[in-house]
């Protein structure tokens, strides 16, 4: 049985198992932070596109949002197009994250009453053009009668045949549960974020949401482990990210720090890898997106020797 208590002289080192994403210099507070975006290339589009993907977790608050905004913009700046869904319906909130509140005019719901078309509906990014916001309804409103997985399965084959092309990305941000809102924001995906915070109570709906996703045919899922502290998991006091990929049996997509800088730029309604230089957090967010692409994951690995150089991606890979 796997132990939820890390094991106290393990210690884990990156790896990276693709030959095409090099490992960044080990993270210290003085080094400047390299983005991937400085190799000057971008990542090989794997699979057919686009590339339904919904970002979800079971438990509530434990980052999809932030996830959906930081993954999105950084597949834009990769140069994809993308469109990513609110699809929390009742507690919208991607619009907030990416400053785009202001420009919500039209949502879903009146797409389908026939009161706009869907390209009055999506709002383009100003400073990445080629990311788009579509919300489903308006905030506080509850999710329209009738309006389920079927409708946005609509939706996404609307969004495939507009006349500027299909998107390479569509990304759907899901509410947190596993009730209705769970179910639509699934259905019309074929592959899935999963997104955990090292704490028990996130894995086990991690676990229950990785069975219903299995269930209704989604294979391809990968995990996000969010609001890491390695501070933490040297004290034992945190699980580690390979403990936790142990438990789960997922792929990993990427290991985000605990970081306020998360915090600041969602009140800032400024993703944190538009960042200048970027942190941390956002260097890793920018990783997983490069990994999405590729259809790539990551692995955390035991060590028995304490890393030479400290720090957060000499710990899980970056
Ligand atoms: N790596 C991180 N470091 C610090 N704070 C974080 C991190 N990731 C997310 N947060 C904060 O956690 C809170 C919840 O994040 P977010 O809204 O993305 O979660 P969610 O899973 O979408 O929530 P919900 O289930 O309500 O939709 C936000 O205040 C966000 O700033
Ligand atoms: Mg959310």
Redesign the pocket.
């Known amino acids: 049985m796997l132990s939820l208590i890390p094991s106290p002289t393990i210690q884990f080192k990156p790896l990276f198992p693709s030959k095409t994403i090099k490992p960044l210099k080990p993270f210290s507070s003085k080094s400047s932070i390299q983005s991937v975006l400085q190799w000057n290339r971008k990542p090989e589009l794997a699979g057919e596109t686009p590339r339904v993907v919904v970002i979800t977790?079971g438990?509530?608050?434990?980052?999809?949002?932030?996830?959906?905004?930081n993954v999105g913009l950084s597949l834009a700046r990769f140069g994809f197009s993308v469109v990513a869904i609110d699809a929390?319906v009742g507690?919208r909130?991607l619009d907030l994250?990416l400053g785009l509140e202001n420009r919500v005019n039209y949502t879903v719901v009146e797409v389908l009453n026939g009161d706009c078309r869907l390209d009055q509906a999506l709002v383009r990014d100003k400073r990445w053009s080629n990311f788009e916001l579509l919300c489903i309804s308006k905030p506080r409103s509850k999710l329209p009668l009738g309006f389920g997985g079927k409708a946005l399965t609509w939706v996404v084959e609307a969004l495939k045949s507009r006349q500027e092309g299909s998107p390479d990305f569509i990304l759907i941000?899901?509410?947190?549960g596993i009730d209705a809102g769970f179910i639509t924001a699934i259905t019309p995906a074929n592959e899935a974020v999963l997104?955990t915070t090292p704490d028990i109570t996130s894995l086990r709906d991690a676990d229950r949401v990785t069975g219903l996703l299995e269930c209704d045919g989604i294979r391809d899922i990968k995990m996000v482990v969010?609001?890491?502290r390695t501070d933490m998991i040297k004290g034992e006091d945190m699980m580690s990210v390979l403990d936790i990929q142990e438990m789960l049996g997922l792929a990993l997509l990427g290991v985000?720090?605990?970081?306020?800088?998360?915090?600041r730029?969602?009140?800032r309604g400024y993703p944190l890898v538009l960042n200048k230089p970027p942190t941390l957090?956002g260097l890793a967010f920018e990783q997983a997106a490069w990994r999405l692409v590729e259809q790539d994951s990551m692995k955390a690995v035991m060590v028995e020797e304490e890393p030479k150089r400290r720090g957060f991606f000499s710990f899980f890979g970056g």
């Open positions: 977790s438990k509530g608050g434990v980052g999809k949002t932030t996830t959906t905004a929390d507690l909130n994250l941000d899901c509410p947190a997104v969010n609001r890491v985000i720090p605990e970081d306020s800088e998360v915090i730029s969602t009140n957090a």
